[in-house]
């Protein structure tokens, strides 16, 4: 079967939901890139009295930077003014996703910086989340119709993943999920309806959640284990969180890939008292590069 050919390009899409491509030849380009393989790390050690070197006891992901060259050509002077006003309203800072909530200044949202290219002969979607800390300053440039700007992205979470997020139904018993990233996942786990004492396990890496609640009719159950939040609530807004046992982990309860798991395969166990909810998991598949 013959394909289509599939373009390269780079796109950028604001925390409002506007998609811009910046790399879409030949009017629009993306060269130098550079900060898309391995995140940096740190790894911290420690060292007893007298001991030679030191001995590494963690590691940790830092923020990532993403940098380009952006050039977006014209034919004239007002291509010139009416390309700079697009590029400055698209990277603007005060571009929030919920104008009832807008306090750019204070919780900052980011945009997305999101890759498309071919690789082994089918399409591949690869996005991160991103903000902008440099260029846009439109310095001249040769060309006299032309932006060409030295644009530079932090990327406070360094992964990449697929924008697509993957939905399955679980089940009481065990549940085979094949995560396909090459980094752990902390997915959103949602129980809609009457349940007893609901528990999930993750039989590989033996990390569980059992939340010892009844919940009442229709009521909705979220285990939020996403970045930078890590939470147990209802549909009402009330906080679980002190409903959980001791001995569960929020933490690191995660989908994870291969080999920390063979071929990337997570048994998810489900446990309850009582009730037929049903049982949904959101996840993404995280990447540490492009």
């Known amino acids: 079967m013959l394909h289509k050919p599939v373009r390269e390009k780079v796109q950028y899409i604001t925390p409002d939901g506007v998609k811009f491509n910046l790399h879409d030849p030949p009017n629009k380009g993306v060269y130098n890139l550079d900060g898309v393989g391995l995140p940096p790390r740190t790894y911290r050690s420690v060292a007893g009295p007298y001991q030679h070197g030191e ?21 004239s002077r007002s291509d010139l003014w009416g390309n700079r006003d697009t590029l400055t309203d698209i990277l603007r800072i005060n571009r ?11 919780n900052p949202e980011p ?36 932006i060409q700007e030295d644009l530079t992205f932090t990327a406070y979470n360094p992964l990449f993943y697929d924008p697509t997020p993957v939905e399955v139904e679980l089940e009481v018993g065990n549940n085979t999920i094949t995560y396909e990233g090459n980094w752990e996942e902390y997915p959103t786990i949602v129980v809609d309806d009457q349940v007893e004492n609901f528990a999930i396990q993750n039989t590989d890496t033996l990390y569980y959640m059992d939340l010892q609640y009844t919940s009442a009719a229709a009521e909705i159950i979220t285990f939020d284990l996403s970045y930078g939040i890590k939470d147990v609530y209802n549909d009402s807004g ?45 996840y993404y598949n995280r990447y540490l590069s492009l």
């Open 111 to 146: 945009g997305q910086l999101k890759f498309f290219y071919l690789q082994d002969g089918h399409l591949v979607i690869r996005a991160i989340d991103v903000y902008l800390n440099g260029g846009v300053t439109y310095r001249d440039s040769d060309d006299i119709y032309a």
């Open 238 to 282: 009330d906080s679980l969180l002190s409903y959980l046992t001791l001995s569960s982990n929020l933490i690191n309860f995660s989908l994870q890939p291969h080999p920390v798991v063979e071929d990337g395969e997570n048994v998810l166990q489900v446990t309850l008292d009582s009730g037929t909810p049903t049982i949904t998991m959101t």
């Open 55 to 75: 001995r590494v006891i963690s590691a940790a992901l830092d923020p990532r930077t993403i940098s380009f060259s952006f050039r977006h050509n014209g034919f």
């Open 96 to 106: 929030p996703s919920d104008p009832d909530t807008y306090a750019p200044f204070n």
